[in-house]
């Protein structure tokens, strides 16, 4: 009888043994966890991708409006204008570099002109990547010298465009505040030179300090 016993328990190991790849078969499922994971991980990289090549896309100046930036307080003889450009589009773009700056009066264009990489009041820091996402802005500040012999002219009308996109447009604002009119000393005179600074992202980047 030992010898029967023997052999069921024999048996008993061999139905047990072929049970035990049952055990494993959580394995599967956790690949497959995995497989997803990988997937989510593709999909927010392509995402994050996505986002970068939108945020490098050129304003289009239609899609910002052009205000007056708050009141500089100015060294003695400077006439600082900040220029306010806040993007009302629902799609992030960057502007880079300097705008074109166009004054005009009742007589057409008034002829100042535009230098770069600072003065008294305007820092000289090199332009950069300006990224302007929906709701926010980008500022251009401008500064002459004051006309000591009296002006000629005065600038009623600011427009600004990005330099080299001509297909980008551009926007103007009317000037309503006389005090706040860049005025124009004739040809040759220095406060007929306009120092530009680059778009930037804040007032203050782009003051001297």
Known sequence: MGEPG?????????????????????????RSV????????VLLAAAARGSTASSSVGCRMRQLVL????LVSEATGQHT???????????TCVLY???????YDGAGRIPFAIRHGGDQMISSRLPGRVV???????FVVLNHYRCDLGDLRSGKVVAVARAGARAAGSRSITITDPLRRPSYCGKGDPGSTFVVSPFV???EAALKH
């Open 6 to 30: 023997g052999r069921r328990v024999r048996a008993r190991f061999a139905v047990s043994s072929k049970r035990e790849p049952t055990r494993r078969t959580f394995w599967p499922g956790l």
């Open 34 to 41: 995995a497989v997803m994971l990988g997937f989510v991980v």
């Open 67 to 70: 205000t007056l930036g708050p």
């Open 81 to 91: 204008l900040a220029l306010r450009l806040t993007n009302r589009d629902p799609a």
């Open 97 to 103: 570099g300097y705008p074109v700056i166009k004054l």
């Open 132 to 138: 302007v996402r929906p709701g926010r802005a980008a």
């Open 201 to 203: 992202s804040s007032l």
